[in-house]
């Protein structure tokens, strides 16, 4: 008994300055952004209780449902994206050829990469009087694009979001992939499976919780992102790519509505809160 | 003969592949370091081949070069800054996360379950929800344009994600090792730091790097934390560049080659260590 308070207090002692401090610059205020978003509170001005008033307030801008959409569409496009590229990408380096790991090594770049020089590597590729899209679609003798403009500005968005994050489910895909029993393979060969059948029906569940982990994971990260945004286009041109980060960081610095901006963090809440516990499931199945 | 000729073909394909693959990943940043390496009257002529090799932009974003000496201009505070401050919090973030995580993977305690879905869940939560109660509690607090405020705010990036890789990082070492240190009258303390922490080095040395990293690459807190120029970071000063009315394209690439940098070579360094941390649940079975 005694045995067992002493490891119990050694517990709490070790553990204790990381959660004291976690409590202190996340779980408070993730419980304060709560508390705030009951109240008018401007910044610079008394905060004034006004019960759900904000939470009306969102669901009567257009804006915020428009941010909705655009948010949902830009996550689940992109997701898939990395998903079936990140899937592409692993199956081929699986092949054995001569170069693979130099194409492992290059095709991982990415991820090691800053968003914020990623966004303005792209911000610079993507210009439209001199960056390197354009000018390749000049050689090829096709009109210039512009890339950040009204009609691209969210596919080019997508598309930078895809460049970065394709290694994260590429690697991830690589490990659960050597995981798979090579008898499998070559049973389903004596029975005469071709290789989609194969790959359906072995691959495919053989690293299914691997690939629901990966893409719930990238659908929260995608989904709460802001820096190739905010770097790119700032929610613009007009508001084709505000989405929901851009939504609540405008609403809290540039009008200084913490109270609104806190409501709509704490609406974003529940979603990543679903995610995250299916995550917690399949990663102790 | 026919089984050999499909045999090229496929090789065939797989190399096709493996080129398009690297084309694809490298293509923007062929241009970032074209860009960078040009004299800036190059850039102009909208080449896609370099023609001269310059390193004036480097100069000039350092602040040695004769022409554009303007307030914000040399990255050389930004550069200190970011390095200064990731190392910070690197530090911090890996010594509370050695001892959380420690008592989370092996030592008993009420809560612990708690606490380690805690820390996956903070991990995994975007920042954008927690971007408004921060800046609100931290000018309340005193800590808003102060780098230890900067800190404090990267630490609840950086510190659920050493915290929850260590507790799986120690949870690999055989506990046979530690009874014994136990029985030779070792306090935890002691096992910690003499029995278990030579056998995690590389975990450890990987997680800490990568919250290096984490750090180095935020852009969240110090946009909304820090509004003086000498206590700013260089993702910050990357966009301040992005901002001008006329963009100056090479300094911008030099800057992002010189902030891509640290990161990417940190990264290959320890990339084999941090890519089975998160979905290693997932991937084992």
Same mark, same amino acid.
């Given at each position: 008994?005694?045995?067992?308070?002493?490891?119990?207090?050694?517990?709490?002692?070790?553990?204790?300055?990381?959660?004291?401090?976690?409590?202190?610059?996340?779980?408070?205020?993730?419980?304060?952004?709560? /508390?705030?978003?009951?109240?008018?509170?401007?910044? &610079?001005?008394?905060?004034?209780? @006004?019960?759900?008033?904000?939470?009306?307030?969102?669901?009567?801008?257009?804006?915020?449902?428009?941010?909705?959409?655009?948010?949902?569409?830009?996550?689940? $496009?992109?997701?898939?994206?990395?998903?079936? *590229? &990140?899937?592409?990408?692993?199956? *081929?380096?699986?092949?054995?050829?001569?170069?693979?790991?130099?194409?492992?090594?290059?095709?991982?770049?990415?991820?090691?990469?800053?968003?914020?020089?990623?966004?303005?590597?792209?911000?610079?590729?993507?210009? /439209?009087?001199?960056?390197?899209?354009?000018?390749?679609?000049? @050689?090829?003798?096709i009109k210039p694009i512009f890339w950040l403009g009204p009609d691209y500005a969210l596919s080019a968005i997508i598309f930078v979001n895809v460049w970065k994050g394709i290694p994260f489910f590429m690697v991830n895909f690589l490990g659960a992939l050597q995981t798979v029993p090579r008898s499998l393979y070559e049973a389903a060969e004596i029975d005469g499976a071709n290789a989609w059948r194969r790959f359906r029906h072995i691959t495919i569940p053989g690293i299914r919780y691997v690939i629901l982990v990966v893409c719930l994971l990238s659908t929260i990260w995608t989904f709460g992102e802001f820096d190739t945004v905010f770097y790119l286009t700032r929610g613009g041109p007009g508001y084709v790519t505000h989405i929901i980060?851009? /939504?609540?960081?405008?609403?809290?610095?540039?009008?200084?509505? $913490?109270?609104?901006?806190?409501?709509?963090?704490? *609406?974003?809440?529940? $979603?990543?809160?679903t995610l995250i516990s299916i995550i917690l499931w399949a990663l102790r199945r | 003969m026919k089984r050999s000729r499909s045999k090229l073909v496929n090789t065939i394909i797989i190399y096709i592949l493996a080129l398009a693959v690297c084309i694809f990943t490298l293509l923007p940043l062929y241009w970032m370091i074209v860009t960078a390496f040009r004299p800036e009257k190059e850039i102009y002529e909208g080449l896609l081949f370099p023609r001269e090799f310059s390193i004036d932009s480097f100069k000039s974003i350092f602040g040695f070069g004769e022409e554009h000496i303007t307030i914000g201009s040399t990255i050389t505070p930004f550069l200190i800054n970011s390095l200064y401050i990731s190392t910070i919090v690197m530090v911090l973030a890996t010594i509370l996360g050695m001892l959380g995580g420690y008592a989370l993977a092996r030592i008993r305690f009420i809560g612990k379950d708690i606490l380690s879905s805690l820390s996956l869940f903070a991990y995994i939560f975007p920042t954008v929800v927690t971007m408004v109660p921060i800046f609100f509690l931290f000018s309340s607090w005193k800590l808003v344009n102060t780098q230890p405020g900067l800190m404090l705010a990267l630490l609840s990036v950086a510190l659920p994600y050493t915290l929850w890789m260590l507790r799986g990082f120690f949870q690999t070492i055989p506990i046979d090792i530690e009874e014994a240190a136990f029985l030779d009258g070792c306090s935890r303390l002691q096992t910690l730091f003499r029995v278990v922490l030579p056998l995690a080095v590389p975990g450890v040395v990987a997680t800490a790097t990568y919250a290096f990293i984490l750090a180095w690459s935020n852009v969240l807190f110090p946009l909304i934390l820090i509004t003086r120029t000498d206590s700013q970071v260089l993702s910050i000063g990357i966009l301040n560049y992005m901002k001008a009315d006329f963009v100056p394209w090479d300094r911008l690439m030099a800057a992002s080659f010189i902030a891509s940098i640290p990161p990417t070579l940190l990264f290959f360094a320890v990339q084999k260590y941090i890519v089975a941390g998160l979905t290693a649940g997932a991937v084992k079975r």
């Open positions: 008994m005694r045995q067992k308070v002493r490891e119990a207090l050694e517990g709490y002692f070790f553990a204790t300055p990381a959660f004291f401090l976690l409590f202190l610059v996340l779980f408070f205020p993730f419980l304060y952004v709560v /508390y705030i978003s009951f109240f008018t509170k401007i910044f &610079g001005y008394e905060a004034v209780f @006004s019960g759900i008033r904000n939470y009306l307030e969102i669901l009567r801008d257009p804006l915020f449902s428009y941010s909705v959409c655009v948010t949902s569409f830009y996550t689940s $496009i992109s997701v898939v994206l990395k998903f079936v *590229l &990140g899937l592409a990408f692993a199956i *081929l380096l699986t092949q054995n050829f001569k170069g693979r790991s130099l194409v492992r090594a290059i095709a991982v770049i990415p991820w090691g990469l800053p968003l914020f020089v990623v966004a303005s590597v792209f911000f610079w590729f993507f210009d /439209y009087n001199l960056g390197l899209a354009n000018l390749l679609t000049k @050689s090829f003798g980060p851009i /939504y609540i960081y405008f609403q809290a610095f540039s009008r200084f509505d $913490i109270g609104l901006a806190a409501a709509v963090s704490v *609406l974003t809440v529940p $979603i990543f809160i | -």
